[in-house]
């Protein structure tokens, strides 16, 4: 009998970032492949982005809408509340013989939530690392108590989910599964990219990324005009923002970026979704990334770019040499913009070192769903460390 592995998606990037391992899985003929397709995927305001899971020729078994058009604390709270009924409705359904979720955000949080109440065993991707800024550091630790299968992303991070009393025969260390894409996509030529974005790079070029830091209140307004003051002060520069995601505070964000990029048309544009394909041939062109994506932290040094991660949203994570922290402040981050372009920096870009492994982490996730036994894991004990 097939064992069932269900994979959970609820937005643009962490789809992504699943993709290499779901083509994994529906290719082994031991393995059957499900999918949950839930949150920002089925909002129209977000891109409707579970066509591109279609596209790519998966079938969707759950499609589940839980998105209420608020981003409030409260409109954050109910949706996960919809969230954890229908998503255990769906599991009832399915009958799935382990659940596979990655990362931090509340929907993940309401997944998992739902699996353990449903009795059905628990991966989880990129737990044990560090957020001081958002609100995902408590949901990441939660899930991680929750999980049974854990695939950490650095040596640093596995050996924080033991610390969590998690048994280290079921951590396991395979590097951050986001660097599979870099290898097993055709990224695409400058020409062709250019032609998909209606866009044309400049002499100089930034991505940026800017998601609201969900443990503070009403900062994102402020930080993000910082950011789009310091910005204009770039001469020959041209700038490809992608949209926040639907956080307290999001749509905040997202409508600053329209008004910019309607503003500055002749040197910027602006993408809900642009998909994994072109934002990562765009890392290709730019010469940085600049905001507070995890993107600039673990996939953007495979590229030999520079990182201007600003504020505390980050805060925490294992950086590689090409991640510039500076606070939200115009005159921080010009100078940050300073020490990217500098000489010395540009130089040590082509030593740099990814502390995220090696491009193979689905490889090796889809190995163990295989073969790990599942048959009494869900009678979890507390694993003690000897101090």
Do not use: W
Not at 51 to 61: A, L, N, Q, S, V
């Amino acid at each position: 009998m097939k064992r069932k592995i269900c994979i959970f998606t609820g937005t643009r990037a962490e789809y992504g970032l699943l993709k290499p391992l779901m083509k994994r899985i529906k290719g082994d003929k031991t393995l059957e492949l499900q999918i949950i397709a839930s949150g920002m995927h089925l909002s129209p305001e977000f891109g409707l982005t579970y066509r591109e899971i279609e596209k790519d020729g998966f079938i969707i078994d759950e499609k589940i809408e839980i998105l209420l058009s608020s981003d409030t604390p409260v409109g954050l709270s109910k949706s996960a509340g919809l969230a954890m009924i229908s998503f255990s409705e769906a599991y009832r359904r399915l009958k799935p013989d382990i659940v596979v979720i990655l990362g931090d955000r509340f929907e993940t949080f309401a997944a998992a939530v739902s699996a353990m109440m449903s009795r059905i065993p628990i991966a989880h991707l990129h737990g044990g690392e560090a957020t001081f800024g958002a609100i995902d550091e408590a949901i990441r630790h939660s899930i991680t108590k929750m999980s049974h299968l854990h695939f950490t992303s650095t040596e640093i991070y596995r050996k924080r989910v033991i610390q969590l009393g998690e048994n280290p025969g079921a951590v396991f260390n395979v590097g951050a599964i986001g660097l599979d894409n870099i290898k097993g996509l055709n990224l695409l030529s400058k020409k062709i990219l250019e032609k998909k974005l209606d866009f044309k790079f400049n002499k100089y070029n930034f991505l940026v990324t800017f998601h609201p830091v969900t443990l503070e209140n009403n900062t994102s307004k402020r930080q993000f005009q910082n950011l789009l003051d310091a910005l204009d002060e770039l001469k020959e520069t041209n700038l490809i923002f992608t949209k926040a995601n639907a956080d307290p505070e999001g749509r905040l964000i997202n409508k600053m970026i329209n008004d910019y990029v309607s503003k500055n048309s002749d040197r910027s544009v602006s993408f809900t979704s642009m998909g994994q394909l072109n934002y990562l041939s765009t890392m290709q062109f730019v010469d940085g990334i600049i905001g507070n994506s995890s993107s600039g932290i673990v996939e953007a040094p495979s590229f030999e770019i520079g990182t201007i991660n600003i504020g505390d949203r980050q805060k925490g994570r294992i950086k590689a040499e090409s991640i510039i922290d500076c606070q939200p402040a115009k005159r921080n981050i010009e100078d940050a913009i300073k020490i990217l372009y500098s000489e010395k920096f540009q130089k040590n870009l082509k030593k740099v070192i990814n502390p995220y492994g090696d491009c193979e982490a689905s490889k090796r996730i889809k190995a163990i769903l295989k073969k790990h036994g599942i048959k009494d894991v869900l009678k979890k004990s507390f694993f003690d460390i000897n101090f």
